[in-house]
């Protein structure tokens, strides 16, 4: 993978100033002006020496390893089946190949799995971009990739950032906060990990993840990343999470009661010194006073976190920092406040393979004047206002309650990786100022540097817009009446009454569907809380006039609406499935016998899913070992037109499907994504970075998915008009 390249700063160094910068850049200086940037820093070098955080005798290996590219990591994503399927296609298809292959004389180390990371669900790959170029079998890898990372099934996410969500341990029965989620890729994993269980008969836990962020634009980057996953347990929410609101539900006696969260993720904004492999740009603007300026937010984000935590909870502070000053220092002033209501979780037996530091105990602070103390009580008094009591470690008698030694400090030489900082806290009983005030106990005032007032504020942020309205349909609503009699809903399940739309007037576009929870939450919280996005969407009206049912089921509805339908399926073959995916509406007539005899018994004009599983296939020989690559049916959303068939499939799914089938697209396929966007580095990390700031069109959805359902539409218009 190159290098991240910098345009070259004119004039400056002298010669043998200028060959000594030469040779500590990356090996691949271009000679169009750009050059990779420097990776030196003496301040950082001598502030981690002093720090004494890492041995000495790995000092040499931690340096030098900072300086080597970060090699590619990706994960699996999806529920349980899913990225199964998609595991055993790498596996069979690709990973094989790739063993004993030997490019232009040299042997391909082929990927290979994390080590601690549960069912091979996540790899690593060192190949450079000219490797990759040198060899075709290694192109259709990286094509491969390419196209299952447009699609969504392959996240690529660096190896540590996938440690925190690990930790949290979340279940399917969970409430999950996830405080600071943007860009998403931790929220993916906890979405996961709320459907693993999920199966053809049940698809909604009774759990919830609301993913947070106080940076609006990021919010749209974080539904794009999440909308993947079609999650109806899943709110995105935009608020300061040091003033998190507390979000109030009905349980199931039907009394209001206040949201308090299993596990709650606090993913803090940091300095960000363990990502120097990939941003190489901190190593020139690395700084010490950076953690001291983030240091008091961290520790109130964290504080907001354990207060919103139930007892018996757990909670998960990371940084991708390796500073004391944001890790330890910010773990320590929160057991201080929490006066022994929270303790930190011995993970030593989980994650077995990962290699890990123990915290520390003891670390420095660097004033801004540059000068080294070890207590509060040294700090001059004009620097009062940048230093704080809680950066300092703890006395030796804290040190002894605390065990800061259970956090998790990740250094880049131990596994070529990223470095990185997480703890695992867990909340025994509720924290001093959270106890019913009683008789017999002294009432424990809530700290005020936790009031907002004292030193934390962030600007307010503008209000830009205001997001379209939740409206929840009655199951009375005729359109959910006519939704339910097409595709046979029984009103027993209550799926009934979690439709909504986002328009109070007009004809409903987009029904979404959200779980029980979600809409509780949602009804009665959406003034004190700035909720951004939920539902996934289900179905989306069609234009057809005389259809069977004004509304068809979406492709990225099918998984949840199967345990909920029926008598709306058409079994196909491997050869039809094979040509509704390659092209845009095969006649019926080019469909095989047994289709046909099925479509004419199902009625045209109507909306559709398309199955195809191998127990149905009747092929024989190679196409059934092809096919057992699946694992799992395939479900397509589709119309059955007088004459022809379609699917409302885009093109990154096609891709996948025919891939998974073991067919090539056409070539008429583009390789762009829904965005617009093609792939230029080895491929798309954490989403796409662009913000999708217009995704409050009608039916609540990106602009992306607006032009797909615009897409969408003409196509299904031309299909009618060809009828
Ligand atoms: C380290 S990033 C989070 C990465 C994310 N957890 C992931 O895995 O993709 C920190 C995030 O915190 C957000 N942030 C900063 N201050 C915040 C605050 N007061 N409340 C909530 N989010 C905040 C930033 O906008 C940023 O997206």
Redesign the pocket.
Known sequence: MPGKRYKRKGGGAGGGEREEKKRKTDENTNNDGYTEIIKENSAFEEYYKTQSIIPVDEWSSFMSSLRQPLPVTFRITGTRTWSQGVLNCLEKRYFSELKDLVVEGEAISPPTPLPWYPNNLAWHVSLSRTTVRSSPLLSKFHSFLVKESNQGNISRQEAV?MIPPLLLGVEPRHYVL??????????SQLIESLHYQDTLESSIPSGIVIA????NS?CYTLVHQAKRLNSPCLIITN????QFPVLYYNNVDGKRVPLQYDRV?C????SGDGTMRKNPTIWRSWNSSTPLSLHR?QLR?LMRGLELLKPGGRLVYST?SMNPIEDEAVIAGALKLCNGSVELVDTSSLLPGLKRTNGVNTWKVLTKNGEWISSYKETPSNLLHTVHSSMFPPTALEADTYQLNRCIRIFPHQQDTGGFFVALLSKTSPLPWQVQPSNSGPTVKRPDELTGRHGFE?KSRKQTYREDPYVFLPRTDSVVESISSYYNISSDSGITDQFLTRTLTGKKKTLYLTSPLVQEITKKNEKDCKIINTGVRVFARTESLDSACEYRITQEGIDTMLPYISNCTVRVTLSDVIALLKYPNPLLTELSADTQSLIESFGTKKPVIFVYSEASDETEGEDVRIASNIGTPIYLAGWIARKSVRLYVGHPDRYHYLAILGETPPETMSLETQSGHTHSTFFDE?GPVADDVSAREEGGGTEKEVKVLIEEEESNKRTLEQD
Do not use: H
């Not at 996830?178 to 890729?185: E, L, N, Q, V, Y």
């Open positions: 950032s996830d405080m600071c989620a943007a860009p998403g890729s931790k929220t947070n962020d106080a940076d990021r608020n300061d999470a040091t993720l993913d803090v904004p940091c937010l984000l991708c962030r954490e």
